[in-house]
Nanobody, 120 residues
Framework: VHLVESGGGLVQAGGSLRLSCAAS????????MGWYRQAPGNQRELVAS????????NYADSVKGRFTISRDKAKNTLSLQMNSLKPEDTADYYC??????????????WGQGTGVTVSS
């Protein structure tokens, strides 16, 4: 699966951004998708994820109530609506897709990332 993120940029604290991730290739085996972020000097961390078959979502505590993950299956896109942004949300954001083959073999693909900078 090939993933391409877009929508990052510079925003003031309290503002909003919407990230998008376009998926192509063998997308019908994707079982979950997610957004991760990595700030300089930090490890990559999960921001939000979604299970494709039932739409259930999971969020990091730090973004609950501010960020919303969604997936448009028909368009093969994943989105992350980010509201009430804080300077600590500044990071490179990566789209992730986990595909499952033959019930047990899982493969993870990553996008190239998009930068988000929140100024105080």
């Amino acid at each position: 699966v090939h993933l391409v993120e877009s929508g990052g940029g510079l925003v003031q604290a309290g503002g909003s951004l919407r990230l998008s991730c376009a998926a192509s290739g063998t997308t019908n085996r994707i079982t979950s998708m997610g957004w991760y972020r990595q700030a300089p000097g930090n490890q990559r961390e999960l921001v939000a994820s979604i299970i494709t078959y039932d739409g259930s979502t999971n969020y990091a505590d730090s973004v609950k109530g501010r960020f919303t993950i969604s997936r448009d299956k028909a368009k093969n896109t994943l989105s992350l609506q980010m509201n009430s942004l804080k300077p600590e949300d500044t990071a490179d954001y990566y789209c992730n897709a986990v595909s499952t083959w033959y019930g047990t073999n899982q493969y993870t693909d990553w996008g190239q990332g998009t930068g988000v900078t929140v100024s105080s």
